[in-house]
């Protein structure tokens, strides 16, 4: 079965970093991109950036441009979300997702579980 | 980017009506269209692709149609389960893609 399996929940203070990761399950890890979308607490999906990890080619959303890095190793199947300064406005839920491709098209499907950060002092 | 409009932001439906959900891009964007369901607390589903593809496993009473500019989802016979928030995605500028701002179901 293809899956992904994100990293637990998070609770950090302003100012720390932080670094989540998503784990694939039963596929070529490095022949699909993944994706990062943030939820923000009652909000919609929000795309926040993507890397291919078979040569960690990384795109971002001009929304999340340096504020996050997104990283992959593809040895452990694993693509990582971090962030080095995290601000309250970081609370959220975080999803990973791999992008599938047919005929040209592309989709996310499947998806991670989600991982939940929150930032409080 | 390509930014997706969704309309209605909610509704509220009996069991058994037709719904309808649409979604518009700001560019033309061929069948470059996916749909999601995300029920609370759990991560999106992808119910259709390419504009009218029903996934593996998903009701045939969800269709999608549209092509270019404008799209929709329809639920012929809405059931219990259905309610949830439905996001359309544009994969058209993959690997950067934008989501539809979401429509929330609601069962009367």
């Known amino acids: 079965e293809v899956q992904l399996v994100q990293s637990g929940a998070e609770v950090k203070k302003p100012g720390e970093s932080l670094k989540i990761s998503c784990k694939g399950f039963?596929?070529?890890?490095?022949?699909?991109?993944i994706a990062w979308v943030r939820q923000m607490p009652g909000k919609g999906l929000e795309w926040m950036g993507i890397i291919y990890p078979g040569d960690s080619d990384t795109r971002y959303s001009p929304s999340f441009q340096g504020q996050v890095t997104i990283s992959a190793d593809k040895s452990i199947s694993t693509a990582y979300l971090q962030w080095s300064g995290l601000k309250a406005s970081d609370s959220a839920m975080y999803y990973c997702a791999r992008q599938q491709y047919k005929s040209g098209i592309g989709w996310f499907d499947p998806w991670g579980q989600g991982t939940l950060v929150t930032v409080s002092s | 980017d390509i930014q997706m409009t969704q309309s209605p932001s909610s509704l509220s439906a009996s069991v058994g009506d037709r719904v309808i959900i649409t979604c518009r891009a700001g560019h033309r964007i061929s069948n470059y269209l996916n749909w999601y369901q995300q029920k609370p607390g759990k991560a999106p589903k992808l119910l259709i692709s390419a504009a009218s593809s029903l996934q593996s496993g998903v009701p045939s009473r969800f269709s999608g149609g549209g092509s270019e500019t404008d799209f929709t989802l329809t639920i012929t016979g809405l059931q219990s389960e259905d309610f949830g928030t439905y996001y359309c995605q544009q994969t058209y500028s993959a690997p950067e893609v934008t989501f539809g701002g979401g429509t929330k179901v609601e069962i009367k």
């Open positions: 039963g596929y070529s890890f490095s022949t699909y991109w």
